[in-house]
């Protein structure tokens, strides 16, 4: 185990974990779990050595992702978006110094990062946007209708993507850093929903200013491609299986404690537990084999480009996405009436709630009606071990 | 083979501009290309050059200017009947 998941393990048995019952009913952003994993430099690991961060790997991420989605979901997701823009900034930054200061402050202050790329009017469309950079004397002007930013208030920077300029197509989009200090957030839609309540993901219309350097110089498209998605459908398919093997752990518990009851008569929910075991390790095998698919292609922009890599990483939060309510669900009819239960050591109702986000975050009808277009462009691949 | 390219290009790349102000070398995914756009792109190429794209250049890049599909088309075989 790494000295970073032996942190994660501390603040989630410790602190996410404790809390998350309380950030679930009140709908609150889980500060003391953030401030934790601040404290423990978490936030910063994927900066690279060379701008004073530990140069830690996507894998490392994933891990921790798994690790936090057990204890508190909300914790997770928010750590998961976070690194999602972390990765980003971290891949396409090239050379532009205020990108590389902002990197090193990320590293050294631990600051937060939230993501603005949904917006009014194109839906859950995040590779068209409505919003433009408006340019003038080496600054830019945006205002974006954001039906959903996570955790906007106690963020330090949100990544907000736009169209290149007022006359640029829907599709020709960049993505800009806006300074929290310089976000004029006007609350609309309010976060009042089934699960991941402590995301905090209310509704505002933004409006912000900044610098050219702000801005990524390389298309959005490219970013998404390479960075954005895969390393989403990376981070968060590792803490929906961290909320499906923690339901299956409480399913477990309440099936020993069956079978101790009534020593030699076995209970009627092990067979159930062994099948839905059976679905978190095809669960857990897709994740893995993603991950290493991920990190062979990490080193080359045409391979993260691809095709068939798309539709690899597109597969995967697919899957996940409906295995983990699945193997939930499971958990939930093993425990019977003490996992409905709201107040018993094997209620999965949390994890219930929290699951169900996974199949609307970015709509899996769109991610299909995206994969439907790779798969009329893609050729069979007979290779097995190719 | 240009010429053809942009035949094929004004019915199947649902491009907001006219195809007049796009030059053989102007980003195509800038002047509106999207990505569900490339495929059917893609399809009516194979379709018109009776040739098919192996995977390695079912890439953003190979779509994203008229020079860029040209190369790609010469790639796979189809000769520039104007050279
Ligand atoms: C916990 C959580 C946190 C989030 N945090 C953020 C955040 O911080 N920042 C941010 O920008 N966004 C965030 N989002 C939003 C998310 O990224 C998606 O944009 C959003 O979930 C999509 O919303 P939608 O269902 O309204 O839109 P759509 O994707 O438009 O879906 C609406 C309906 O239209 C259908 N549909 C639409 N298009 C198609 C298509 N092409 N093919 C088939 N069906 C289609 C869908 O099936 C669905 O029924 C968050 C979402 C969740 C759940």
């Not at chain 1, 910063?44 to 994933?62: C, F, K, M, Q, R």
């Not at chain 1, 590389?100 to 990062?113: G, N, W, Y």
């Not at chain 1, 539709?311 to 093993?334: E, F, H, P, T």
Request: aromatic letters at 4%; one cysteine or more.
């Amino acid at each position: 185990m790494t000295p970073w998941l032996a942190a994660a393990r501390a603040v989630g048995v410790e602190i996410a974990g404790r809390h998350a019952d309380d950030v679930d009913a009140r709908g609150r952003f889980p500060a003391e779990a953030l401030s934790a994993l601040k404290e423990r430099a978490l936030l910063g690991l994927l900066v690279p050595a060379s701008e004073g961060g530990p140069g830690a790997g996507i894998a490392d991420v994933v891990v921790i992702c798994h690790e936090l989605g057990r204890h508190c979901a909300s914790t997770a997701m928010i750590y998961a978006m976070h690194q999602i823009q972390v990765a980003c900034l971290v891949r396409h930054a090239g050379g532009n110094p205020w990108l590389r200061a902002f990197i090193r402050r990320l590293a050294s202050e631990q600051l937060l990062l939230a993501s603005a790329t949904s917006e009014a009017g194109v839906g859950g469309d995040v590779r068209s946007s409505v919003c433009a950079l408006d340019e003038r004397r080496g600054r830019f002007a945006l205002t974006k209708q954001a039906p959903v930013i996570s955790y906007a208030e106690p963020c330090d920077a949100i990544l907000v993507t736009a169209r290149r300029t007022p006359q640029s197509p829907p599709s020709d989009q960049m993505l800009a850093v806006v300074l929290r200090a310089d976000a004029d957030l006007q609350a609309r839609e309010v976060w009042n929903t089934l699960g991941m309540r402590g995301t905090c993901s209310n509704g505002y219309r933004l409006a912000a200013e900044g610098e050219i350097a702000q801005i990524l110089q390389v298309p959005y498209a490219d970013i998404s491609a390479q960075t954005m998605l895969p390393t989403s459908h990376l981070v968060w398919s590792a803490l929906w299986l961290g909320i499906a093997g923690e339901a299956l752990s409480r399913a477990r518990a309440f099936v020993r404690a069956e079978a101790k009851r009534k020593p030699g008569v076995p209970p009627i929910g092990a067979a159930r537990l062994a099948e839905a075991m059976g679905e978190l390790q095809s669960m857990k095998g897709e994740l893995l084999a993603c991950l290493r698919q991920y990190e062979a292609a990490a080193g080359s922009g045409d391979a993260l480009s691809a095709l068939p890599f798309a539709l690899a990483m597109n597969n995967l939060k697919i899957l996940s996405s409906q295995k983990v309510v699945s193997i939930v669900g499971q958990a939930m009819l093993i425990c019977g009436l003490e996992g409905y239960r709201s107040d018993s050591p094997f209620s999965i109702g949390r994890l219930l709630r929290d699951a169900h986000s996974a199949v609307v975050m970015v709509n899996n009808d769109r991610i299909v009606a995206n994969n439907a277009g790779l798969a009329l462009a893609l050729r069979d691949d007979p290779e097995l071990l190719a | 083979m240009k010429v053809r390219i942009r035949t094929v290009l004004k019915s199947a790349g649902s491009l907001q501009a006219g195809l007049d102000a796009i030059r053989d070398d102007s980003d195509l995914h800038a002047a509106g290309l999207t990505s569900h756009a490339t495929v059917n792109l893609m399809l009516a190429l194979e379709e018109a050059f009776d040739v098919e794209f192996p995977d390695r250049l079912l890439r953003r890049k190979t779509f994203s200017s008229i020079d860029a599909i040209a190369e790609a088309l010469a790639e796979i075989g189809v000769r520039d009947e104007a050279a």
